[in-house]
């Protein structure tokens, strides 16, 4: 995990009017040189300036198209910088305005657990194993999965990532007999995924990288068919059963949306469950009047609120689930990256050295080599 040294005191002083001039200018100044890039999480304040909106690996791609940008500033969190500096090419530079920007569902796979978790596996069951990664972990986690012959995913694909790692493993058939995957790091997001896909929460098992052999024991893992790291988002593990239960104890008819990073709880309860983009997508083609309650960061249920407003948008929880590390970027560090970039001094590059872009490439482009996205269920 990386920590941001404080910024100099001037930006601390200058108005948010002040700071947008001076983004402004210095966008204008750049020109093509400069890509903003903002995820669907960012506060409005820096959605503003962005050149795109999307979800981590969208923008990745859309960095990747920008061959005049020598500067891609992304808005959004650590492990989004590295894929985008994994498919720059080495002429352009990928920063985050605030090195603090980490993503806590990434931190909890830490390579070296990653790797002991991965050897002990591997020496305690004959049967293969294949190794999927969320996006939302590091390039050293993608590169150890790619090695290994597995595949990342998004939360828009991962049922495709999971079919193709099971493919003809039938949930009936004897563990020993077929394919078992370790699917890391968001245990939600991997239980989500294969259960939806005909898996019994009993063929699951979960490994806490925290204990010893991740808390299992040979025969549990040799009896298991998918392995789920013990990782979660700490946005989307806020919402709650009882939360949907009051939705649906209100007059007014909602439907209710969650992201599959939520618990498996909350998304058997759920209406339909659906990446960031399909949650956009189902809200924005729905009826005029239709009334929505959405599990997923509160920065984007507020955009839609505000710009879809003759539907009634609002968040699944009355508390705020918010991710507070996206939120350390602001306008304060918006205005002190672009500055430093006139002033020719390139802060908080992030980099992804050649071994492991290498290796994390062949997980990412084994996962967009499988067919398009679709969504985990639309019940
Ligand atoms: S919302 Fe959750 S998964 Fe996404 S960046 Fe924040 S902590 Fe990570």
């Known amino acids: 995990m990386l920590f941001q040294k404080p910024i100099p005191p001037q930006y601390a002083d200058q108005s948010d009017e002040e700071l947008r001039t001076l983004i402004r200018q210095a966008k204008a100044q750049f020109g093509q040189r400069l890509v903003i890039l903002g995820h669907h999480y960012q506060q409005d304040d820096v959605v503003e300036f962005a050149d795109f909106t999307g979800d981590s690996l969208r923008l990745s791609q859309l960095a990747a198209q920008q061959t005049e940008a020598e500067y891609i500033v992304f808005c959004g969190v650590h492990f989004m910088a590295e894929t985008a500096d994994m498919l720059t090419t080495d002429r352009q530079q990928v920063i985050l305005p605030d090195l603090s920007a980490g993503c806590s569902m990434a931190d909890m796979a830490d390579i070296d657990q990653a790797e002991e978790a991965w050897a002990w596996l591997s020496s305690v069951t004959n049967a293969p194993i294949t190794p999927i990664t969320y996006v939302n972990s590091s390039a050293a986690v993608k590169a150890l999965v790619g090695r290994a ?30 394919h078992k995957i370790l699917f890391l790091p968001d245990q939600h997001l991997g239980r989500n995924t294969a259960y939806a896909l005909g898996w019994p929460l009993e063929s699951m098992v979960v490994y806490d990288p925290a204990l010893p052999a991740g808390g299992l024991t040979a025969e549990q893992v040799r009896a298991a068919r998918v392995i789920l790291w013990k990782g979660h988002c700490s946005v989307h593990q806020l919402f709650t059963p009882a939360q949907v239960d009051a939705i649906r104890a209100l007059d007014e008819p909602y439907q209710v949306i969650v992201h599959p990073e939520c618990a498996w709880e909350v998304c058997q309860k759920a209406d ?8 956009i997508q189902q809200i924005t083609a ?29 968040s699944l929880a009355t508390i705020q689930c918010l991710c507070t590390t996206m939120y350390r970027i602001d306008l304060r560090h918006l205005a002190w ?4 970039l006139l002033s020719g001094n390139v802060v908080n590059q992030i ?3 050649a071994e492991t872009r290498r290796w994390s490439l062949v997980a990412v482009e084994r996962m967009l080599a499988l067919r398009p996205a679709q969504p985990i269920s639309a019940k």
């Open 286 to 314: 729905a009826e005029p009047g239709s009334h929505w309650a959405v599990g997923t960061e509160v920065h984007l249920i507020g955009r839609l609120a505000k710009t879809l407003t003759d539907r009634h948008v609002r």
């Open 272 to 279: 339909q469950v659906g990446s960031t983009e399909y949650i």
């Open 351 to 353: 980099s992804v050295d």
């Open 149 to 178: 012959d597995g595949a990342c995913c998004t939360s828009s694909n991962a049922r495709m990532v999971v079919e193709w790692a099971l493919h003809g493993a039938q949930p009936d058939a004897p563990a020993t007999e077929g």
């Open 337 to 340: 990256t672009l500055d430093s």
